[in-house]
Every structure is written in structure tokens, then in C-alpha cells.
């Protein structure tokens, strides 16, 4: 869909080459050469044997060709004959000066095409980009639409463009085609836009390449320090394990409104030991540390025979297996013949091995006889959530596969609240997939919901020896006449019997084993069949049951070497990824990758995918069509349009099924998606992944995106299932087109892709696109070439994880490195974890070059573990027994984050404080309400202090907290008259004071001589004043006495020479002012004084 200009500059039609175009808009700027003009000049095309040019136009009218018709067509099947051919010599188009006249103010980019605006807009940053909308109107309307978006953003992320450097080389050779201009990514954001697309994911690359740590929380003590915790962005611990951790399960806590942090659960299959930890404070629990079990592998039981059957072929035996889970716990199973599966609950310190098989033989009930001594566990599965658990009542939370091929589920044990209550490790449900087959991977749905179990959509997957795929879309059953029944182990195994038989495993086709050939014909055996166990839904009779069970129990007894002569393709290395989000949208479309590692000598490796697609039935074909005659399917097909080198094109939306280059996943529903038929028919279609020319390939990782968006279904798409017309959902206000949100993946930014990635033993790694293009039939096989391929500095690849953002690989070497899974750079974005030293490697080499092999490599990346949201930049990595994690800060990639100033540190070794209410993060709201909450917590505590200490001293709190001021006044009254009557009575007990009884009776003045009356008050006035002296010298030694026995308690412990010191200056001190004191007496008794001087004393005793 074209953005038309107010200048209304005609467009020029493009033919589309593939259905992902002819279904798409016209894209803009997709010719290669093509260049901005300045302003003072024009573009014009020069001439190299084309067309001549037109003003205001991209291609002439198409009646100029009608003439030249058929030497335009010569011309390009002599460009299809000659691939690659020299670019002609010059410029394609040039800036030309062009005379104007003075006072001219026209500007010749106004009469560009759009397709050339588009392109030289492509090439601005996203700020500039967005800033060019306020250029002008027309700039504005070129900006506002998604064209110059999805283009800049093909130009800045190469993606499959990166595989041919050659293409973007102007100057090597010229292409024929058109580059396309889509990509297939995983949209990191749920209503994204390719303008929102092209913003946050060159933020979060910028902010992943900066390795900024994030900013922790700050808790409100901190914040009154003013001493937040140190943020750092990549932390390393010991995770207490003797082996290398190969295993990593986590429970990342929201970013938003839950605030927990991750917990990790880390496993080594070695030893059959697990554990788990904190890596916010960078501590190992003790769950798993102090369980005893530890276990043997099949080559340190059986030294000298062969691994996976090879060799004679006479065992089967497999290294040890494991699974981990963080809510759940860890199970192991022994590789070895006579294995047990072994069991840890998250809440448990020590595990128990599961019960196995009992022996028990029992063909009415469909029951084979299993040994225990010839079963091997060959793969393990626990749950990871509550869906499984949950949506079985309990059934299936453990799943083990054996070498038998006997596939057995136990229940995780009473959680939650349900009908059945089970025994932690009881065993639950029990089929015989492939007898004789070992089952070497389980892969199950841990995002199934009841919606997509109304759409019957696969669940399980499992894979066995030969490369059969048996997959699940139904839940088992038990019934219900035996839940309340309390059974032994032999009854539950027969109810667990029972109880698989209520559902059916479906095999997919084209994954059925091949017969070897025989050209003989003397083997009495068909390589391409093998019983299992049927179900009830077959309703056969006892007696055909019986049959069958005795079959089983036919081919449980061969041996692999038996399989090996009469069946291709024994391969027990092989490994399995499922895409149980991918949609046909058609209640289908789920994908199943299945890898052949070429480890061993005879081997190559290989890769195919298998999808499961649905059609209608032939016979409904026609009732459907005329029920719905304006499907796209029957519409009648426009004209044909000319191309711009003359002749006619095929039609848009053609109705041909068979198509060269095949249908994608995402397009199939123009074709059947508005068929409405009372009836469908399941397919699957088989492609080939290639390696994109690598030769000897060797898989040794394997990881598919678990992105949170890559993970859901068409149906469960947020982007695809919006309601209404609002463009103001999109959060970066860029609608997705012109009618509103999406009708189909192919109009979502990325196309729903979802990316695979597997890592070889020469340091490469090859992503593809996981819902590429569908094969036409169930006879056509494609083949997907990879959209990326990564060549790091590690030898060998060990481990690999990847996102909807970057993609991170680890080597043997120790060597970490994330990359961009778009190719906007060829050099890794950041270096998590940098190889070891040179004698390390030097080692590692050697060890490699011995017969023994490497055997455990403490230096290799063992594990990868990523958050699957794509914008919080977090995960884990294990390098041998240490677990290093990175949390980095992805605040750039926030449109409308807050520029607030971060709580500064104090100095070092000063107690000066900072503000109380600064704080870091973007919302100090909490912080505040803490600290105003501690304030007046602190005043309500100095308040009540306060209190008490009035009540002690005053008794203001003896009338009760109701009582008046008056009422208060007047008890302070009463007890201070109540202290002077005390104080009174005090008084003769003081031996120098005078008793008003021992006074003469005053006699009254006027009976008295003046003289006489005025001696005795001089007399009375004196004797009161040496009275009050002696008291206040009497209460002056006491303080003084109780000074120096304070002083001594204080100074208890020191020297007693300088106690005895000290105590013989006060005695002196003492002496001192008792001899003043006396001499001063016996003066005033000699000269007795005129005036009355009360105040002496207490001045001399300040």
C-alpha cells in the first residue's frame, strides 16, 4: 500500500515474486542503486541501453514498451540465463546541476518518486527519522506509514542479507532481482510496529553493548543511610557441584509490579547431582548439597561395550539423562540396563528412585511383561509449570522414555487441590510406543492452556531410535470407580496401564521407519512395521488384545542389533525441538525438528523438519466453494498487469496449490481458512534445513527462541486478535496499516517467525526460520536456507540459548558471546565470559588429540539460561562448576524513562547523610511514604518518652488522661503543700538549727527599748544566717563525698597510685576549706556585721 504525496506523484507497479509479496504492500525503496538528490540538482536516469526516462516518474507508461514487447523478453531470459554478469560502468542515476532562475524557491525534491524519499530516508537513525515527519507535510505522511520504517529497518538489520556481503557491494556486480525487503523475526513487544520494532531493538543493542548494571532496589534503611547496595552487572559464584553444570532451569520475577527476584536450579548429569541458588546475593542453598546418591554411567559399568547399541549390538546404553525444574525439583534417569529414574522434590533434601517395573505379565489387559534388568533409561521429563500438571488432574508431571520402549508418567504428588490424590513419584499412565526402540527425546507443550486443548493441538512429542515421531493431542483419564481405592505397587501399575489406554499416540507418517533393503527377500521380518499399544477407543476384543500384547512382547525381547539389520536409520544421538506455537491458522501448523548430529564415523548430520497441516476432504471441496463463493480461493483472479519491462505478469493471489517455491505457514490461510468444511484431513509436510554450504557438520548444541511472544499461538497473538480501529494501541502511535490492526501474520512486523539455532563442533552457528516456507504437497520436500550464520572465535560450540533480541553461544573454550540474530553487526554485541587462558586451551587440545577424549571439561560453557522477555537483559551461563550471571539495564530501550538524579554515596569514612527522601529507580514514592512513616513512628516514640518521664516526675497521669487543667492545678496544689509540710518536719532534725520553742518569746516593741529591740533582730538575723550556711556547706560536702565515689566507681580497674593520689588531694581540698570555713566563723564572731547578707553561702557554694 503506497503513501500517496499531496503532490500526487504517480507510483510505478512492481511485480511481486513470491506469495509473501503478492499478498504484501508494494515496497518502497526496494531497487537497489538508487540515491537521495540534493537540493539544487535533479535525478535523472542515464542511459545504458533501458528505457528512456520520464519527469516525475520511476518507469515510463506502459504502452511504451508495446512495441518492444518481445525484445524485452529476450532480454530477460538472457539476464535469467547469465547469472552473474559485471555491473555496467557508471552511475545509475546521478545529481545533474540545473540552471535556476534568481529568486527561485521550488525545491527539486518535491518532484522525486517516493520510492526514492523512501530509500534515502532509510539510511537516518531512528531519532533523525522520526525528527524528518517535521520537515514538511509530505515528509510527514512518508514517515507516518510503515513503508519507511520496514525499510530503514531491512537496511539497518540485514538478516538473510548477511549470508551474501556481495549484494550490498554496489560496486562488484548487479543483482537481477529485487531485494526483499521483510524479515523474519520475533516481535519483542506485544502490539508492535516496525517503528517501535526498529526503536527498541536498537536500544536494547545499545544498552546490551553497554553492559550497564541495573539499578537494585533500594529499601528504605538504605535510603536513610544513604547507601544503596552495589548494582553489578555480572556476578560469578561457586555453584558447589563437582562436575560441569550441563543443566539450568529459572523462575524469572516480573519487572513491573512483582519484584522477585530470579531463582535458579542447575544440574550436572555426570553425577546425577542438582542444586539451586540465589544470584541476587550470590549464595548456593542447601537443597541437593547434602544428598548422598550419586551415580555411575554406562561406561563405568559396562567398560568396553559400545554406546547407543553399537558395536554388537547385544545393550543398550545411553549416557545418564537429566532434567531440571525450579518449582518442581530435579529427576534423573540410569542410562545403563537395571536403571532406576531418580527423584528430587524442590522441597525435599534427599530424592528416591520411582518404582520400577514389576515384572507383571497380564495380555487380557494389554499388559507386556517388562524386565527390569533390560530397561535403560534413555530420557527424562519434568514439568517446568503448573499447565500440564494442572490440565491432567495431577496424572503427568514426570515422564520417562526407556530403552524398551516403554514410555512411563508419574505425578509430582499433592499439589494444590484436586480430585486424586497421588503419591509423590507415583506412578500414573504407561504405553508401549516402539517395542524394542529406545525413546531418546521427550519434548512437551509447558504453555498448553484449555484453548488450545479445544483445538486438539499436539501437547507431546517424543522420538525414538529410528526417527519415528509420536506425538499426543489428547489428555489421559483415569477413571473414576478406582480414585478412592488404596492400591499396592502392582495394582497401580495395572490402573496406570489402564489408564493410558484412554488415549491413542498418533505417529506422523513421513517419519515411519524404513525397511532395509533386501534383495533376496530371505528375511522373515518387515523392517517397516512395528506394534503398540492400542487404545480403547478401538474397542477390540479380548482376544485381539491378547494378540497384540503377545507381538509386544515379541519385539521387546530382540535386540538393537535385530532393528540394525532390518531397519535404516539407528541413531540414538539424534535430537528433537518442537514448535508447538507454530499456526496454520487452521487449528494447526505445529512443527517438529529433528536433528541427525553426524557424531559418530558413519554418520552425516542432517536436519528436517515436519509439520503438521490440515486440508479439507476432496468431497467437501465442493460443498464449501459453493457455500462461500467469495473465498479468496474461488475468486476470480484480476487481469494481468504489465510489468515495468513490458509482457504481462502472473496474477496477485494466485489459486495454482502447487507452487515452485511453496506456501508459508502464515499464507496458507488464503487458501483455506474460508473453506468451511464439516470435515479435515491432518498432513504432514517435510522440509530440509540446509547448512548453507558447511561441510562435515557435526551438531553438538541445539535451542530454539523461548521468547514469550514466540511461544503463542495465532489465536492467543494479542497483535492478531485486537479489537477495533484505534491506531492509539500501537504503542509508538505507528499504525500497522491503514484499516487498523492486522488480518494475518504476514502483516505483523516479522511475519510470527520464530527462530532455531544449532551450534557445530567448528565453532559455527546456524539460525534458521523456524515457520519458513511449507512444501506444496506431502510428496515435495523443501529446502529452508539459514538466515544466519554466526562464525565465533570457540573451537567447538557447547552449549546455545537465544531470544527475540540477540543470541548467545558458548564455546569449550569458556568463550561467552552474545549476537545480534538480525546481523546488525557481524562482530558480537558483548563478551560475557572471555576464554580461558592459554594453557588451558593448550590442554584442552591435547586432550582432545588422546584416545580417552576430553571426558569432563571443567572449562566449557556447560548451559544457558535466558529471561524470555526479550527487553529485560538477564540470564546465566555455566562455565564448569561456576555460575556467572548478567543483569543488564534496559532503561535506554524506555521511550518515557525518567531522567531523575541517582541517591549519591556518602564519602568514605564521613557520617554526613544525604537527603532523606532522594532515591534511585523511577518511582521514590515508596521511599517517601517509608521515610515519613519512620518519622513519625520516631515522634510518636519521643512523645510517649516524654510523657512518662511527666508522669514519673509530676503525676500528671494520676487523675487519668480525661482530667481538667483545674483539676490538675489544683493537685499540684495540694502536693506542693504536702512537700513544704514535709520539709518543715525536717527540720529539727538538723543539729544546728535553733526550734522556735527554745526562742525567748518575742516581747512587744513598744514595750522595748529601741536599742535593745534593734540588737536582738541583728542577733536573730545573724543566727538565721549562719544556719542557712552550715546547711548549704553541709550538702555541698555530701555532693562532694558522692563526686569522688563516682569518680572511683568510674575509674575502677585503673592504677591505685592515682586513686590514692587523687583521694589524698580531695582529703587536702577538703581540710583546706574546712579550716577557711572556720577562721572565717571565728572572724565574724569578732567583728559581728551591721547587714543582713543571706546570699553568701549559696555563692560560695556556686
Known sequence: MHAQSPTSVPQPYVEHSSPAESTSDNHHGEQQGASAAYYGGDVSLLDHGQFPSTPGRLSPSHGAFSASRNRITEYENASAASPSRKKTEGPAFAVVKKARKPGDKLSPIADLPNEILTHALAHLSPQDLSAVSLVSRRFHDLVTTPHAWRTAFSRFFRGPDSLNPSDYDDEDEQLDDFRVERRAFTRVTALASWRSEYILRTRLLRSLARGKPVQPTVSPAQARLG?????????????????????????????????????????????????????????????????????????????????????????????????????????????????????????????????????????????????????????????????????????????????????????????????????????????????????????????????????????????????????????????????????????????????????????????????????????????????????????????????????????????????????????????????????????????????ECGLDDDSIASAKRFARFKIADPEHKVDAETKKPQSISTTTPP??????????????????????????????????????????????????????????????????????????????????????????????????????????????????????AVGTLMGTVLVWDARAWLPSSTDAVNTLEPVRIIHTDSPQISCIALSSLYLVSGGNDGLVQAWDVLASSAAPVKTLHSRHALKARRRLVQAQASPQGVGINLFAAGAICLDPDPTVLRGMVSVGTYLRYWSFSSSAADQYKSHKRRLRRADRGTNVANDRFANVGRGNIKGFIANEQFELERENVQQAKQAEHLAGRFGTELLGSDASEDEILAYAQMLSEEALAKDRAKEPSFPTTNDRSDRPTPVDDAEMDPEIAEAIRLSLAEDEAKRLQEQEEAEFEAYEDYQAFEEQEAAEGSNNREMSDLEFALQLSLAEEQSRLEAEADTREEFPSLSIRTKKGKGRAQ
Not at 490 to 508: C, D, Q
Not at 644 to 654: D, K, T
Not at 703 to 712: H, I
Request: hydrophobic share 35%; charged share 20%.
Open 639 to 756: 487481469g494481468p498487469k504489465s510489468s515495468i519491462f513490458g509482457g504481462s505478469s502472473p496474477p496477485l493471489s494466485s489459486t495454482t496449490p502447487d507452487l515452485a517455491y511453496g506456501l508459508s505457514l502464515a499464507s496458507v490461510q488464503h487458501q483455506e481458512s474460508n473453506r468451511t468444511t464439516l470435515r479435515s484431513t491432518e498432513e504432514w509436510r517435510v522440509s530440509a534445513l540446509s547448512f548453507g554450504g558447511l561441510k562435515s557438520v557435526q551438531i553438538t548444541a541445539h535451542a530454539m527462541d523461548g521468547s514469550t511472544f514466540a511461544t503463542l499461538t495465532a489465536s492467543e497473538d494479542p497483535l492478531l486478535n485486537f479489537s477495533g480501529q484505534s491506531t492509539v494501541s500501537s504503542p509508538s502511535m505507528t499504525p500497522l496499516s491503514k484499516s487498523g490492526s492486522p488480518s494475518s501474520s504476514l502483516d505483523i512486523p516479522g511475519q510470527r517467525a520464530r527462530l532455531i
Open 227 to 595: 547507601q544503596p547496595p552495589v548494582a553489578l552487572p555480572i556476578v560469578e559464584y561457586n555453584s558447589q557441584m563437582f562436575t560441569t553444570i550441563n543443566h539450568l532451569h529459572a523462575t524469572f520475577g516480573g519487572t513491573a509490579l512483582n519484584k522477585r527476584p530470579p531463582r535458579f536450579v542447575h544440574g550436572a548429569d555426570d553425577v546425577g547431582t542438582a542444586g539451586s541458588s540465589d544470584p541476587t546475593t550470590e549464595k548456593v542453598d542447601s537443597w541437593g548439597l547434602g544428598d548422598p546418591n550419586t551415580f555411575l554411567q554406562f561406561s563405568d559399568r559396562f567398560p568396553g561395550d559400545a554406546l547407543c547399541g553399537l558395536g554388537p549390538g547385544n545393550v543398550v546404553g545411553v549416557p545418564n539423562s537429566m532434567d531440571v525444574s525450579q518449582p518442581y525439583g530435579m529427576v534423573h534417569g540410569e542410562g545403563s540396563p537395571g536403571g532406576f529414574v531418580y527423584y528430587r522434590f524442590s522441597e525435599e533434601m534427599r530424592g528416591h528412585f520411582l518404582t520400577p517395573s514389576s515384572g507383571v505379565s497380564e495380555p487380557a489387559l494389554g499388559i507386556p511383561q517388562l524386565l527390569p534388568v533390560q530397561e535403560a533409561i534413555c530420557s527424562v521429563w519434568i514439568a517446568k509449570s503448573s499447565t500440564i500438571p494442572s490440565l491432567t488432574d495431577g496424572l503427568i508431571g514426570l515422564i520417562s522414555g526407556s530403552s524398551l520402549g516403554v514410555l512411563t508418567s508419574y505425578s509430582l504428588g499433592p499439589l494444590g487441590t484436586r480430585d486424586q490424590r497421588f503419591s509423590r513419584g507415583e506412578i500414573t499412565a504407561r504405553w508401549v510406543l516402539s517395542p524394542g526402540v529406545p525413546i531418546i527425546a521427550i519434548a512437551i507443550d509447558e504453555h498448553y492452556s484449555v484453548k488450545r486443548q479445544g483445538e486438539n493441538r499436539i501437547w507431546a512429542v517424543v522420538l525414538n531410535a529410528l526417527g519415528e515421531i509420536f506425538y499426543l493431542t489428547k489428555l489421559p483419564k483415569r477413571s473414576t470407580s478406582d480414585k478412592a481405592v488404596r492400591l499396592d505397587d502392582e495394582s497401580k501399575e495395572r490402573l496406570a496401564w489402564s489408564t493410558g489406554r484412554s488415549v491413542y499416540w498418533n505417529l506422523a507418517e513421513p517419519s515411519r521407519r524404513s525397511a532395509r533393503p533386501n534383495p533376496y527377500s530371505n528375511s522373515h521380518v518387515d523392517g517397516s512395521y512395528s506394534p503398540r499399544s492400542s487404545w480403547d477407543g478401538m474397542y477390540l476384543s479380548e482376544e485381539q488384545i491378547k494378540g497384540e500384547t503377545r507381538e509386544i512382547e515379541d519385539y521387546i525381547n530382540r535386540k538393537p542389533k535385530d532393528f540394525q539389520r532390518s531397519c535404516l536409520g539407528w541413531d540414538m544421538r539424534r535430537v528433537l525441538e518442537v514448535d508447538f506455537a507454530g499456526d496454520d491458522e487452521n487449528q494447526a501448523g505445529e512443527a517438529v525438528f529433528v536433528f
